[in-house]
């Protein structure tokens, strides 16, 4: 298994309050990737990192912020937390990231729920 | 814009029956396609992938043929286990393009002895 963990596992929080997940890898992996899933939905990209410091939105990057300073970690936040934003989170990592077939492999998830 | 569309679920089948779980999808140029499979409680792990036309994907008895023509990678095993029970998701990436999945919106399967 890819050596890919998240934290936390599950949080409540209340609206309005600023929220950080943490995506954190062993695999020296360049490209890492967030992603929320909600029913009927499927997985959406929140936003993707590249390489450290590099950075880019996704589909539903709005209210969400990203910071990758180290390679194994990229850090997803919340700056005020709406119940829209109750999803589960998944964070993903690629090694070579837009070759043809590149594998992602997938974190456990974090369940967050905003009340 | 690129998309996945998959059959509704859930898909609710007996052991050792056939399963069959539909997706086409939307895209310019020549995506590469993937099968991943959600466990319980789990994330995402892929299950099987093809990354040009008439490429056929294959794992744990999974099944999937990349047709062009039809724009359409099902996913299909010839007799289902309890232990396969999971969602399913069909997805699609564009080489060049840092990897992005573009993910259809899953499928349920449950397996009942």
């Known amino acids: 298994d890819a050596g890919i963990t998240q934290s936390p596992r599950h949080k409540v929080t209340e609206t309005g309050t600023p929220v950080t997940l943490r995506c954190h890898q062993t695999e020296n992996h360049r490209y890492m990737y967030w992603y929320r899933q909600d029913p009927g939905h499927g997985l959406r990209l929140i936003h993707y990192s590249y390489g450290v410091k590099d950075t880019d939105k996704g589909e539903v990057s709005d209210g969400y912020s990203v910071s990758r300073s180290k390679t194994e970690d990229f850090l997803l936040t919340l700056e005020s937390a709406t119940s829209s934003q109750t999803s589960v989170y998944f964070c993903?990592?690629?090694?070579?990231?837009?070759?043809?077939?590149?594998?992602?492999?997938f974190g456990p998830g974090t369940r967050l729920t905003v009340l | 814009g690129d998309s996945v569309t998959q059959m509704e679920g859930p898909v609710t089948l007996s052991e050792e029956a056939f399963l069959t779980i539909n997706c086409t999808y939307t895209a310019t140029g020549y995506p590469s396609l993937f099968w991943y499979v959600q466990y319980p409680g789990e994330g995402l792990q892929l299950l099987l992938k093809a990354t040009k036309a008439d490429d056929k994907g294959s794992n744990k008895g999974f099944e999937a043929t990349y047709r062009k023509e039809t724009t359409s990678f099902h996913l299909e095993k010839g007799s289902v286990q309890v232990s396969d029970s999971a969602v399913y998701f069909c997805?699609?990436?564009?080489?060049?393009?840092?990897?992005?999945?573009?993910f259809g919106q899953g499928t349920t399967l449950q397996v009942k002895p």
């Open positions: 997805a699609l990436s564009k080489m060049g393009n840092t990897g992005k999945l573009i």
């Open positions: 993903a990592i690629s090694g070579t990231g837009g070759q043809e077939g590149d594998e992602q492999f």
